[in-house]
């Protein structure tokens, strides 16, 4: 297709669409512009960076090319200040190379250009990739008048501006590789939200922050105070992040979970915050959809212009990669450690517990009660309404076991029906009464199952330690396991104690 051809496709307002080319070759200059001036369109030609970054201010172009390597500021410095900054971010630059190298092309891209052209190509290839930039970025931007000197385009403001740039831009670069370094197996999720939360806080003056939080089906909110601040100030930002966050959220009918962080000690030399005076909230995006909110609150010092927000936007988006990945390392560790059908924990981790709790009481000198549980003729059970509902009557006894317990001991699944409980700073006295408690609930209630109410009872052997005169965990389990048998071989549905 011929210049002429290509020209006689443009539309009529050509004439309209200003295109500015900064190259520190005049005849690339002279070339290029006879080339655009001949397909219809206006052109203005600078010889350098600087000159482009002026023009630029100055003309308001409605397309800028940039050769890459130019005197004093190259093309992509160029182009990152202006894609850097509102007043031209929408102008849409290529970036003319003498090279067709893949890191020049990647990093062209990286800075914000819209298009990538090798100098000397084909002259139909730089129309049509005019014509559609010019075409995608069609919109009416303020302009200011020919020959109107912006303040901030003199030489020494422009490498201001870049300096002010290029450090902000290694502050971001050095922020978001920390929150990346926080990506670990060995940190738990919630321990991973506050780490980031920390790091994002270090960016702007804040108090506190909230963090409401969805992967897959699972909901939870996260305060982190920064500063020292009120029950009464840590409740209003709880509302204010709830309320930002209600419409992704509607009608999924998701149990939010909440998650405190303690906040600062009330000796500390700030003052204690109760009022909530600046909130900022940033959605956390994931594949296109809103995965929650990152509210920020401070006091009059909170202020967050256009390029902090975009700021703060790639470090919440960046931490939710990490958050998202720390929580998926929970989820795994759980699965690796957790029964599937009760949901409590299996044999090798309750007997890994069992191991620490050991250390622990020999250490302190404090004692703990192990229980362990079976549920009586539960064969005929599984052998009369079959193993469905046999698992939903497993899953009613760990319920009832859970309802009697306390919140430092620890409930796993020993084998198909038997259960282990440990009881952490607990007597043998004290043992006995929680499982003659357990036994006589169980007794008590009625199993609602698919095939019809049924009941059940069960059999417990219990001792402690140091009581039982062991220090073997394997021992103490064989001490335990002889006093359930001996409940079983008396008739069932009683405890027996053995030291």
Not at 116 to 142: F, I, M, N, S, W
Not at 302 to 324: F, K, N, Y
Request: aromatic share 6%.
């Amino acid at each position: 297709m011929s210049q002429q051809e290509v020209g006689s496709e443009m539309p009529a307002d050509r004439e309209k669409k200003h295109i500015l080319i900064a190259d520190d070759s005049r005849l690339v200059l002279r070339m290029t512009g006879a080339i655009l001036e001949g397909a219809g369109y206006k052109t203005s030609t600078v010889l350098d960076g600087f000159q482009a970054i002026q023009a630029a201010y100055e003309q308001a172009p409605d397309l800028i090319i940039l050769d890459i390597m130019m005197p004093q500021i190259n093309g992509y410095q160029v182009c990152r200040l202006l894609k850097s900054d509102p007043a031209t971010t929408d102008i849409p630059v290529i970036m003319l190379t003498s090279k067709s190298q893949r890191t020049d092309r990647y990093w062209g891209l990286s800075t914000g250009a819209d298009g990538y052209l090798t100098k000397g190509g084909d002259t139909d290839e730089l129309l049509a990739l005019v014509q559609e930039l010019l075409a995608k970025h069609h919109k009416v931007r303020p302009t200011q008048p020919e020959g109107a000197v912006s303040q901030s385009s003199t030489p020494f403001s422009i490498l201001e501006r870049v300096n002010n740039l290029l450090d902000r831009r290694l502050y971001e670069v050095t922020v978001m590789n920390e929150i990346t370094q926080l990506a670990s197996p060995m940190v738990s999720y919630h321990d991973t939200v506050r780490a980031a939360v920390k790091k994002i806080a270090q960016m702007f003056e804040i108090d506190a922050v909230a963090l409401v939080h969805t992967i897959e089906q699972d909901t939870a909110l996260h305060i982190v105070p920064i500063r020292p601040v009120s029950p009464t100030y840590i409740a209003r930002l709880e509302e204010k992040a709830l309320q930002e966050a209600s419409l992704p959220f509607d009608g999924q009918g998701q149990q939010i979970r909440r998650y405190v962080a303690p906040s600062q000690h009330d000796d500390s030399p700030a003052p204690m915050r109760n009022q909530l005076e600046t909130v900022y909230h940033i959605p956390i995006l994931r594949g296109g959809a809103a995965k929650g909110v990152f509210v920020i609150a401070g006091d009059h010092r909170l202020l967050i212009g256009p390029e902090d927000e975009r700021t703060a936007q790639q470090l919440v988006s960046q931490a939710a990669v990490v958050m998202e990945n720390a929580w998926l390392y929970d989820k795994i560790r759980q699965m690796a450690i957790t029964d599937g059908l009760t949901g409590i924990y299996n044999r090798s981790h309750f007997l890994h517990l069992l191991d620490q709790e050991m250390l622990r009481s020999s250490r302190y000198g404090r004692p703990f009660g192990l229980m362990m549980l079976d549920i009586d003729h539960f064969k005929r059970v599984n052998d009369t309404f079959g193993h469905q509902v046999g698992d939903q009557v497993l899953q009613a006894i760990v319920s009832q076991c859970i309802e009697e317990l306390r919140e430092p001991d620890e409930i796993g699944r020993y084998g198909g029906e038997e259960f282990m409980v440990l009881l952490p700073e607990t007597e043998s006295a004290q043992a006995s009464l929680v499982a003659e408690r357990v036994r006589t609930r169980i007794a008590d209630t009625v199993v609602h199952t698919t095939a019809g109410d049924a009941r059940v009872t069960v059999s417990i052997g219990v001792t402690a330690w140091p009581d039982c005169g062991t220090d073997d965990s394997e021992a103490i389990i064989a001490k335990v396991d002889s006093a359930l048998y001996q409940a079983k071989t008396n008739g069932r549905n009683r405890v027996v104690t053995e030291y």
